[in-house]
Nanobody, 120 residues
């Protein structure tokens, strides 16, 4: 089995910073793209940022210049550094990864989510 475990969420004032981490564990052979999504109350889940296995990145327009996604392939971990946070960044943040297991099955996996709350 595969598990994604997120950490780093919390409460921060507007203008502050948080760093999210997501570690993948289990019967992993390799991981392609990894990303972060978020879902605010009453809204659909949306892509925040994604990073390929080679390090190419893509960001939602709303976070460009403020958020940075990175990964440590040796640790099967993806990070999201969030700076200049705004109240509209408040949401549950979910980690997502495209993983090939050692039994040659590829699936997209989700973490359990971590709450980020930005106060004004």
């Amino acid at each position: 089995q595969v598990q994604l475990v997120e950490s780093g969420g919390g409460l921060v004032q507007a203008g502050g910073s948080l760093r999210l981490s997501c570690a993948a564990s289990g019967i992993i052979l390799n991981i392609n793209d990894m990303g972060w999504y978020r879902q605010a109350p009453g809204k659909q889940r949306e892509l925040v940022a994604v990073i390929s296995s080679g390090g190419s990145t893509n960001y939602a327009d709303s976070v460009k210049g403020r958020f940075t996604i990175s990964r440590d392939n040796a640790k099967n971990t993806v990070y999201l550094q969030m700076n200049s946070l705004k109240p509209e960044d408040t949401a549950v943040y979910y980690c997502n990864a495209n993983i090939m297991t050692i039994v040659a099955v590829r699936n997209r996996y989700w973490g359990q989510g971590t709450q980020v709350t930005v106060s004004s």
